[in-house]
């Protein structure tokens, strides 16, 4: 049996056509069912639940602490060698920050590691919270670090991510221009 040569190729483009359509409508298909991808923090704009913890020296702190003021929730890891750079970038910014009446709450990131290897002997070791494992969840559910959350004054998220992207650089620039008026100032 002898195939008629034409008839070959137009057998082959519509072979070739129903592939590229069938990838076509596979890929279209896959990126409308695509899952969302797990939540990094807080989601922005929704409030933190109330939530309760200790500080370094075992005193209790709670979000209502917290309330009334814009603050900077951060949480690092000492296994974390960008934590340590972030540890000390947070120094340098910590008096603007207190001049500009924004809190500061350095979070460890999980139970494994304890900060104070990065914190001891550092002014920020006065910022530290542990927080329990369930809240902690719900403020980083990835355990990600190093992170930040930026509540406003009635601890609604305003932006969060790994320390470093835009919004925490613009973070950094309003803090040196609050740290330059105030030695302007005096």
Same mark, same amino acid.
């Given at each position: 049996?002898?195939? &008629?040569?034409?008839?070959?190729? !137009? *057998? =082959?483009?519509?072979?070739?056509?129903? @592939?590229?359509?069938?990838?076509?409508? @596979? /890929?279209?298909? %896959?990126? !409308? *069912?695509?899952?969302?991808? $797990?939540?990094? @923090? =807080?989601? !922005?704009?929704?409030?933190?639940?109330?939530?309760?913890?200790? #500080?370094? &020296?075992?005193? $209790? !702190? +709670? +979000? &209502? &602490?917290? #309330?009334?003021? $814009?603050? *900077?929730? *951060?949480?690092? #890891? +000492? %296994?974390? $060698?960008?934590?340590?750079? @972030?540890?000390?970038?947070?120094?340098? =910014? /910590?008096p603007a920050m207190r001049d500009a009446g924004v809190g500061l709450w350095i979070i460890p990131a999980d139970a494994t590691y304890d900060l104070s290897v990065l914190l001891d002997g550092t002014p920020l070791a006065d910022h530290l919270v542990v927080l329990d494992a369930a809240t902690r969840g719900l403020l980083n559910p990835q355990t990600a670090v190093p992170l930040y959350i930026f509540l406003d004054d009635e601890l609604i998220a305003q932006a969060s991510n790994y320390v470093g992207d835009e919004n925490w650089q613009s973070f950094v620039e309003q803090m040196r221009d609050v740290a330059a008026g105030a030695k302007a100032a005096s």
């Open positions: 049996m002898h195939i &008629d040569e034409p008839l070959l190729y !137009i *057998v =082959l483009l519509a072979l070739t056509l129903a @592939t590229a359509l069938n990838l076509f409508l @596979t /890929l279209r298909v %896959a990126a !409308i *069912v695509r899952p969302e991808p $797990p939540l990094l @923090t =807080l989601p !922005i704009g929704q409030a933190a639940a109330p939530f309760a913890g200790r #500080s370094a &020296d075992g005193r $209790p !702190i +709670s +979000s &209502d &602490d917290l #309330s009334g003021q $814009p603050a *900077v929730l *951060v949480f690092l #890891s +000492s %296994a974390c $060698p960008a934590c340590r750079e @972030t540890a000390a970038e947070l120094i340098g =910014l /910590l």
